[in-house]
């Protein structure tokens, strides 16, 4: 018989999902999908738009990201005006990018997972949040929630407004930093560093008691896709696309965001709106790959600053080489703000920051153009076509959390083969099917393109398709 639990509080992920489990004749799990339930289609309503306002409408697909559409947009925007922006635009928007992937990943894993690893996957969940956190390591928590305001002060005196800001334009960016903008920064430099500092060697120091969780959370063999820069160098803004495999075996390299169609598919399934793209030579579903910050620490040669690289060399030997479980996604973010940090310090003493010269102008010189940056969960593709007056005709959006798809529905089907056995669902099970996606940190309404809360449904399907089971979060 039909079996309904409720359980509270809101579950710690962006967006509406459900999970369904099938179990065999032995009562075994033989399968599990993640379904996304949620639609939006920016994709179809961008269309009739101009051109010069896709930047701020597609940052509005995400009030956690608008940075990346933002600036995937805007490089879209270069390519359809055929425009070299400034040195000073560049630059503007890769400190604002980074301050991007600081304040995103900051609430990836003090504000959404550390009261896992802090609490216990098995401790109350009424107390397992953010709040408990605070209540049990106050030290801690204020410290993650400063260094992610750290990163959303930059959005902020880069682009007027923390969230949305319309300031990455085609062609650079609307204004430069101030001098008083950059002197804040550097105050607030040491504190962030060490807050980093100290969060990694947390984690560091909490691997050994996750042991389970490193082996089940998403161990498997799959590609890595991100972008590198000269020799391989960790890159978030531009570059050149690179798949290796879990073996570190470059599989391509040197891809172009041109010619994207050509090495990645999208699949559909009837049974979630999130798209499943995939390694197109390899084909569906066998060309699985992951994105992200894991991927980004997998396929890079370096990180190309002093204390990430020594942490890098340090994650690749606890590793045992390339990280193929996704659990280790926790420690890359960690590895990527430390990054992160180190390049603003770099950006924030530099001349061209505070130059005039910010934007390159010109009228529409190609009538198609894609652009690729790095969001904080991973790569992201915005490919536009327009008429001779700059009206979008049709869009495309390949987003990172999409990217991840056929990576999470491994992930969950693993979790769920390791802890459920049998009818029922306990809750540090669900808690753990939850760890698994959060881990991913995916944004299910950039992905999908729903206002609300954030549940989470789990059915458990026995072998002739009867609900057995089912958990609600909501």
Same mark, same amino acid.
């Given at each position: 018989m039909s079996k309904t639990i409720v359980i509270d509080p809101v579950t710690r992920i962006e967006g509406h999902a459900k999970i369904s489990v099938y179990l065999d004749d032995a009562g075994e799990v033989e399968d599990a999908r993640f379904h996304v339930v949620e639609f939006r289609g920016f994709e179809k309503f961008c269309e009739g738009r101009p051109?010069?306002?896709?930047?701020?409408?597609? &940052?509005?697909? $995400?009030?956690? $990201?608008? %940075?990346?559409?933002?600036? &995937?947009?805007?490089?879209?925007?270069?390519?359809?005006? &055929?425009?070299?922006?400034?040195?000073?635009?560049?630059?503007? /928007?890769?400190?604002?990018?980074?301050?991007?992937?600081?304040q995103s990943h900051a609430l990836s894993f003090f504000h959404l997972s550390s009261p896992d690893f802090l609490l216990g996957w098995d401790s109350d969940p009424a107390k397992r949040n953010v709040f408990g956190l605070i209540a049990a390591d106050? =030290?801690?928590?204020?410290?993650?929630?400063?260094?992610?305001? +750290?990163?959303?002060?930059?959005?902020?005196?880069?682009?007027?407004?923390?969230? @949305?800001?319309?300031? &990455?334009?085609?062609?650079?960016v609307r204004s430069p930093l101030s001098e008083e903008s950059c002197a804040w920064i550097r105050d607030r430099l040491p504190e962030s560093r060490q807050t980093i500092e100290t969060a990694l060697g947390l984690f560091k120091t909490l691997l050994d008691r996750f042991s389970t969780e490193v082996e089940t959370f998403g161990k498997f063999p799959s590609l890595f896709m991100g972008l590198v820069g000269k020799d391989g160098l960790w890159e978030h803004y531009d570059g050149k696309i690179r798949f290796t495999d879990s073996d570190g075996n470059i599989v391509a390299d040197n891809l172009s965001e041109d010619d994207y169609e050509s090495y990645i598919g999208e699949a559909v399934e009837p049974w979630s709106y999130l798209k499943f793209p995939y390694y197109k030579p390899q084909g569906y579903p066998n060309g699985i790959y992951r994105v992200g910050p894991l991927a980004r620490v997998n396929i890079c040669s370096r990180m190309g600053t002093p204390a990430a690289d020594r942490e890098l060399l340090e994650f690749r030997d606890r590793a045992g080489g390339v990280a193929t479980s996704s659990f280790y996604y926790h420690y890359a973010r960690l590895i990527e703000i430390l990054c992160a940090i180190e390049h603003i310090e770099q950006l %924030?003493? =530099?001349? =061209?920051?505070?130059?005039?010269?910010?934007?390159?102008?010109?009228?529409?010189?190609?009538?198609?153009?894609i652009g690729v940056s790095e969001a904080p969960r991973g790569t992201l593709f915005h490919h536009y076509k327009v008429d001779e007056n700059g009206l979008i005709k049709k869009v495309n959006l390949i987003i990172a959390t999409g990217q991840n798809n056929l990576a999470m529905n491994k992930t969950v089907t693993q979790i769920a083969q390791h802890f459920i056995h049998g009818n029922e669902i306990q809750e540090g099970m669900l808690n753990r099917v939850e760890a698994g996606i /959060?881990? +991913?940190?995916?944004?299910?309404?950039?992905?999908?393109?729903?206002?609300?809360?954030?549940?989470? @449904?789990?059915?458990?399907?026995d072998a002739k398709g009867t609900v057995v089971n089912e958990v609600y979060r909501h």
């Open positions: 051109m010069w306002e896709m930047a701020g409408i597609t &940052a509005r697909i $995400c009030g956690i $990201c608008p %940075v990346s559409h933002l600036l &995937a947009s805007a490089k879209t925007g270069d390519k359809i005006q &055929a425009v070299t922006i400034p040195p000073a635009g560049e630059k503007l /928007r890769r400190m604002m990018n980074l301050a991007q992937i600081t106050p =030290d801690l928590a204020r410290s993650g929630i400063r260094l992610r305001q +750290f990163g959303q002060k930059i959005i902020e005196l880069l682009g007027a407004k923390k969230i @949305h800001p319309s300031w &990455a334009v085609p062609g650079g %924030v003493n =530099d001349p =061209d920051i505070v130059s005039p010269r910010t934007r390159a102008t010109a009228g529409i010189n190609n009538l198609e153009g /959060r881990a +991913f940190d995916p944004c299910l309404s950039c992905s999908t393109h729903a206002a609300g809360q954030m549940p989470l @449904h789990i059915e458990l399907i």
